[in-house]
């Protein structure tokens, strides 16, 4: 893969949990999570792309919707260097459905593939075998929620 892609990744809480969703499932290493969103569009801001994601796969609505901060990752994946700039807010969800459940299933629609979300507590992410995408990330979700901007 060619360019940057940009990304925005909204930090959803239910108490001292983040919502998050698995990606490369490894069951012999622990499993792989990061944050809930996807690709921001060519004219499109960061903050309508996350609504427009969180609809899109999920159904909901976002409210309180404020920026965290712009992340930065270069990596390999499946023998490709990859280069992602991550635009991250902290929301909440209108919807009670997704705060009573453990976890669900979602559909990608770009991609057509069933996905699975599950809350998370930042500290299980460090300390097991499961692994977060974006350790600086996480190390900045772990605080106390940003106040709306």
Partial sequence: MSGIRVVTLGAIRRGE???VQEIDPDETEGRN???LGGGVE???HSREALHREFDEELGVTLDGVSPVGTYERVFDHDDDRHHEVWR???AAIVEEWPYDRAEFSFVEPDLGVELRAT???PRDLRSGPDRFYGETL???LASEPHSAQ
């Fill in 17 to 19: 949990e983040l919502l």
């Fill in 33 to 35: 999570y990061r944050l």
């Fill in 42 to 44: 060519f004219g499109e």
């Fill in 88 to 90: 991250v807010y902290e």
């Fill in 119 to 121: 809350w998370k507590r």
């Fill in 138 to 140: 996480l190390d900045e």
